[in-house]
């Protein structure tokens, strides 16, 4: 599946997935599945030539959009199980969504990166955004881990 139809399919699983922090164990299957899903389209990326340079920019910025809408989701079921959780989940939970934050507000500097970038330099553009997309992999997936242990 190429990057674009892969991160169109992820955009729609991931508008209805519910946040990790109000799902049951069973459900998580599905977090981690559009998580995989998003992870192979970010990746997909690699494989674009330079010539594709206009087309995989467009597709990544509305991937970047999909995970400003995951992360967003992911604030407001806090706001929402806000009263439900202790102290020390509140501080977790807070932490890791800046995490998120943080980590998308780096892929989103690779993004520009990649946009501003010659084409001459497209291999290695490339490959800063896809380290700064697996940096927000691992956070999104410290997340989930952290939702589900509390």
């Known amino acids: ?7 169109r ?3 729609v699983t991931a508008a209805f997935a519910v946040p990790a922090a109000a799902q049951d164990h069973s459900a998580l299957t599905t977090t981690d599945e ?3 899903e ?3 389209a970010m990746n997909a990326i690699a494989a674009y030539s330079a010539q594709e340079r206009d087309q995989a920019l467009a597709e990544a910025r509305e991937g970047l959009n999909r995970l ?3 992360i967003e989701r992911r ?3 806090l706001r929402e199980n806000w009263a439900d959780m202790s102290d020390a989940a509140r501080e977790t939970a807070q932490a890791r969504v800046q995490d998120l934050r943080d980590v998308r507000n780096r892929l989103g500097e690779r993004y520009g990166a990649l946009q ?7 291999d290695e553009l490339k490959s800063g955004f896809s380290d700064a997309w697996n940096a927000f992999s691992e956070s999104w997936s410290a997340t989930d881990k952290d939702d589900a242990a509390n």
């Open 1 to 7: 599946m190429t990057f674009f139809r892969s991160l």
């Open 9 to 11: 399919a992820v955009a």
């Open 34 to 36: 559009v998580r995989a």
């Open 38 to 40: 998003i992870s192979e």
């Open 68 to 70: 400003d809408a995951e």
């Open 75 to 77: 604030e407001q079921a």
């Open 116 to 122: 501003a970038g010659a084409s001459s330099a497209w």
